[in-house]
């Protein structure tokens, strides 16, 4: 701890948001840049608790060594701060920009003062790194000669794909959209992660040795025992794709659609792509986004800079404390009402309400309809007498995700599922097929990039034990 009074000499501070009116009419992402002697008195703050709880199991899922870089960054040695960071996390410049940072809620200042900027502080060794020339390809000792394919392309897959590559595996990622990135690249919109951030991290993997095979629907263009006869392992990191669906009369109308549909549609604007499906957009609309989670906040901000006219956003749950609730007591994750960027942008947020149906005039969407709910016991009870209707031109479905999809490659391997749906593994991220390991949200359910990246390093090393042990998909057949 270079400062052993910081939390007392500064106060928290990050980067500020650029003006809404301004950052509305582009999709560069949201924050101005902040100074680097600002971020070294943040790391300054840091009081190197005995026990870091910033790093514990409710704090940093890939147990960044937060305090270490923290006491790097105060001193200026920002170089020894990014190999200390890289030691456990693959790719710091997407958890920087977008982690909902637990760590910064479990810190021990956070008991009574404001927590340590542990994000920005992370984001900032990266992106330095970056600048400067210091992430360079980290080139495999020798190759094992064994071969590995990573279906899906989001942070779980990528995560793997460079740690085995990094192994000496001959790694191939297998992705069925026209872009890597997974939800990376077609869920988040640019003004929260510009999508070059990507782009350069892919770069260095290609150098590493990982090849990358989009446009490959595995299941459909390649199929299940075709990739398993082809790889000595597998890896299934395809995600939690299956929405949540609101099955309601007039879901069919014409401008009711998926809140996914809606954000990959503008990531492919953003790159000067064709929308080949019916377009959406929320220009001149009065939106209403169903769902009050992150998705919900990305529609919302997608929506302003698009130009609609009036945007609301309908949440089932009842409205969260504007505090730490006590059932979450520090260190946990606080259930609380979280105001995001988006909402900084403008909206009617309106909670207790359970849609019931859509009405419209020639095939399009005109109305809502919903009823107020009160919630007990774990039970919607509908409040009598008080529907609401709204005139509305764009409905988007932001609900979150079931799972995995199964049907296709998932029910043709055969795996097994756990009682949530997803996909099912043992203590080695092993499914119950030999040599077929899942992570990510395929085997937690829709969840959170660090979560994604900390499960694509654990299932790299099963992997790199079970090839090393002489097993392989081809052995495990005969
Ligand atoms: C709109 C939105 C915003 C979010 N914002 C945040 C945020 O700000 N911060 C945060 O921490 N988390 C956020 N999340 C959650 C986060 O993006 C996910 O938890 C994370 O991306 C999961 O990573 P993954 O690698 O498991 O799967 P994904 O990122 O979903 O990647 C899976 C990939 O597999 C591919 N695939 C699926 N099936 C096949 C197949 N058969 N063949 C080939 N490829 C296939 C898919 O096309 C996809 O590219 C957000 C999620 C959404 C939907
Ligand atoms: S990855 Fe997330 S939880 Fe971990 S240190 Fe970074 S912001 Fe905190």
Known sequence: MGDPKGFMKYLQEGPKRRPVDLRVLDWKEFYKPFSEEKLQNQGARCMDCGVPFCQSNQGCPVVNLIPEWNDLVHRGRWKDALKALHTTNNFPEFTGRLCPAPCES???????????????????????????????????VSSSGKTVAVVGSGPAGLAAAQQLARAGHIVTVFEKADRIGGLLRYGIPDFKMEKWVIDRRLEQMKIEGVQFEPNVNVGVDLDAETLCRRFDAVCLTLGAEQPRELPIPGRELKGVHLAMDFLTQQNKRNVGDPILDEPITAKGKRVVIIGGGDTGSDCLGTAHRHGCVEVHQFELLPEPPP??????????????????????????????VSTTKFSGHNGNVTKLHANPVNFENGKFTPISGTGLELEVDLVLLAMGFTGPVKHGLLDSLGVTYD?????????????SRDGIFAAGDTKRGASLIVWAIAEGRKVASAVDAYLNAGNSLAASRS
């Open 323 to 352: 505090t730490r609730a006590d059932s979450t007591p520090w260190p946990v994750w606080p259930m609380q009402l979280r105001t995001s960027h988006a909402h900084e942008e403008g909206c009617d947020r309106q909670w207790s």
């Open 419 to 431: 009682a949530r749906g997803n996909v099912a593994v043992d203590e080695n991220f092993m499914t």
């Open 106 to 140: 479990a810190c021990v200042l956070g008991i009574n003062s404001d927590p340590v900027s542990i994000r920005i502080i992370e984001w900032n060794i990266i992106d330095k790194g970056f600048d400067e020339g210091w992430v360079q390809p980290i080139l495999p």
